[in-house]
């Protein structure tokens, strides 16, 4: 596996991917889903061009971030958050996409308040309504996005989902136009127009050539970069 040639690649596909649908590559960041990743490994990809590291894990997040690992690079959460580890998020990565319930919402919201700093925050939603998922479902979605908004220690940049895992070539970008209509839905509710909710974080190594076609801003890439992880990581 040659990571810095891989970076490359995927860099290229999503420019490419970009230019077909009309957009600047600019508008879309890569996220290194960093899962399982050793720190050397997270330093060597961001020698090789990563600017932004995705954490899933709160254990690993906080292992990488007492090595100094992401040197260079931001980091965002993008796991399942559990309302007991806020402390270690909070304040240590640039922005959560997993707030999925109103209870989440409150405790980033109470530690961000005790930290004196606001929270970028995306919303997760369940696009596909998949049981064994995480992600608000997405008629809860308006009034969490309220809620959200009125929170003084957190601000709403966007929405997250992880749809199921594509099969077939193209077989996603029905799940990721709905989750651009969702948002577009958000935008139109929020009275602040002071607001910048634009990111649209979607696409995965199988998909995110499709989610850029449906508008993502934000695509997490992890086995296109890192190789295959062991299976029990998933
Ligand atoms: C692991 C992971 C990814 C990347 O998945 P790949 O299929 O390896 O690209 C993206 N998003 C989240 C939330 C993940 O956990």
């Known amino acids: 596996m040659d990571l810095t040639q891989n970076v490359r690649a995927v860099q290229e596909k999503i420019a490419a991917a970009a230019r077909a649908a009309g957009r600047e590559p600019g508008e879309i960041a890569l996220c290194a889903a960093t899962k399982v990743q050793t720190d050397e490994t997270i330093r060597a990809a961001i020698a090789a061009g990563i600017r932004l590291c995705g954490e899933n894990r709160v254990q690993e997040l906080t292992a990488h971030l007492g090595a100094d690992a992401y040197a260079g690079a931001e980091v965002h959460?993008?796991?399942?958050?559990?309302?007991?580890?806020?402390?270690?998020?909070?304040?240590n990565v640039s922005l959560i996409h997993s707030v999925d319930s109103t209870r989440l919402l409150q405790a980033v919201e109470l530690q961000a308040d005790k930290l004196g700093i606001v929270q970028d925050i995306l919303l997760e939603v369940n696009t596909a309504r998949e049981e064994s998922k995480g992600g608000c479902m997405p008629e809860n979605l308006p009034a969490l996005a309220e809620q959200a908004m009125k929170c003084p220690h957190v601000r709403l940049r966007g929405l997250m989902a992880i749809?199921?895992?594509?099969?077939?070539s193209g077989s996603n970008r029905k799940y990721f136009a709905q989750i651009r209509h969702f948002l577009v839905d958000i935008i139109g509710k929020i009275a602040d127009n002071h607001s910048v909710v634009d990111c649209l974080s979607m696409g995965m190594s199988a998909d995110y050539e499709d989610a850029i076609a449906e508008g993502a801003t934000l695509v997490r890439v992890g086995t296109a970069l890192f190789g295959a992880r062991p299976p029990i990581h998933g």
């Open 77 to 91: 959460f993008i796991g399942h958050l559990q309302t007991n580890k806020v402390k270690q998020v909070v304040g």
């Open 163 to 168: 749809p199921p895992v594509s099969t077939l």
